[in-house]
């Protein structure tokens, strides 16, 4: 089994940075990729980025693209989403997940197979 916990939320102002940690444990977690998603009030869950575990590769939504970056430390099994210049409209519960399955980076939420219960990050002008 796979334990995925997630970290980093706050409530900050417009244009501030956030980063976000995802702590990954379990005998089992051998991942292709490793990825965020979001998921704001009455809408659907998003992708934000992703990276791959073991190669050199990452990818983002267009929305985060120049401000996010997805790094990762094999050492410690942890992902981080570094978040600069804030905006409103990034206000979402953060998820990480890992993609066990799937050898592309993929944007598809059902491509990921273990979750965690996700980080508040809320945005405000």
């Known amino acids: 089994q796979v334990h995925v916990v997630e970290s980093g939320g706050g409530s900050v102002q417009a244009g501030a940075s956030l980063r976000l940690s995802c702590a990954v444990s379990?005998?089992?977690?051998?991942?292709?990729?490793m990825g965020w998603f979001r998921q704001a009030p009455g809408k659907e869950r998003e992708f934000v980025a992703a990276?791959?575990?073991?190669?050199?590769?990452?990818w983002y939504a267009d929305s985060v693209k120049g401000r996010f970056t997805i790094s990762k430390d094999n050492a410690k099994n942890t992902v981080y989403l570094q978040m600069n210049t804030l905006k409103p409209e990034d206000t979402a519960v953060y998820y990480c997940?890992?993609?066990?399955?799937?050898?592309?980076?993929?944007?598809?939420?059902?491509?990921?197979?273990?979750w965690g219960q996700g980080t508040q990050v809320t945005v405000s002008s």
């Open positions: 379990g005998r089992t977690f051998n991942p292709y990729n």
């Open positions: 990276i791959r575990w073991y190669r050199v590769g990452t």
């Open positions: 997940a890992t993609s066990d399955r799937v050898r592309a980076i993929a944007v598809q939420s059902n491509a990921y197979d273990y």
